[in-house]
């Protein structure tokens, strides 16, 4: 089984609008760690934001937030005001207690004009 | 600027050929990886280390070897280069702990032929 499930390949939003990037995750761990990562076309891997898995709120970052639904086992990123450069492949990732990394395939959003 | 240094950033080989990507990371992590990202298919591990001394087998190792012999540097050797392994690679690095996220390199752009 996937341990991170993106998907939606590909997302369309209008500039200044919000957009919802979906995550569900896979794991028996009680304790883990959620990130998101923008890949722009430039290629660099930037992280943007990370939950706990006992984190009681929603972590935010600026425009960034992610929607924790701990018993839907859900972690979705959600961008508020989207501008032209938000245009970027996204990955959700999670870090179990064993310290690996797991990583959904991508969404690949672009913001238009 | 304290980071991941991955070099080099491109480069082409024959079929057959050997070659080493190096990493290296001055931020004391120990925790490093190493990755391939292919279209449609996010990031798979190839090869990880816990620690100087300490390697192991990510999800696609075959044809690829690593080592750790300092914390700061985790070379990846291509022992007989095949076009399967055009690819992309990234090292990582992170703290051990689960609300650590990696630091990305740059990427290596990787082309057999």
């Known amino acids: 089984a996937q341990k991170i499930t993106q998907t939606q390949p590909g997302m369309f939003v209008q500039e200044k609008e919000a957009v919802t990037l979906d995550c569900t995750y896979d794991?028996?761990?009680?304790?883990?760690?959620l990130f998101w990562y923008k890949q722009p076309s430039s290629g660099e891997m930037i992280f943007l934001i990370y939950?706990?898995?006992?984190?009681?709120q929603n972590a935010t970052e600026g425009r960034y937030s992610l929607n924790f639904q701990k018993a839907r086992k859900s972690a979705n990123l959600v961008i508020s005001a989207s501008q032209l450069g938000d245009s970027a492949m996204y990955f959700c990732a999670m870090r179990e207690t064993g310290n690996q990394f797991y990583f959904g395939t991508g969404t690949s959003l672009t913001v238009i004009p | 600027n304290a980071g991941v240094t991955q070099t080099p950033k491109f480069q082409v080989l024959k079929t057959g050929q050997s070659m080493t990507l190096q990493c290296a990371q001055d931020m004391n992590h120990e925790y490093m990886s190493w990755y391939r990202q292919d279209p449609g298919m996010g990031l798979r591990l190839i090869h990880y280390?816990?620690?100087?001394?300490?390697?192991d087998q990510g999800e696609v190792p075959n044809g690829y070897n690593v080592s750790r012999s300092t914390t700061e540097d985790f070379p990846l050797r291509l022992l007989s280069a095949a076009p399967s392994q055009t690819s992309v690679y990234f090292c990582a690095s992170s703290y051990a702990g689960l609300s650590y996220g990696y630091t990305f390199g740059s990427g290596t752009r990787l082309t057999v032929v």
């Open positions: 939950q706990g898995s006992y984190d009681e």
């Open positions: 280390s816990v620690g100087a001394g300490i390697t």
């Open positions: 794991t028996s761990d009680q304790s883990y760690g």
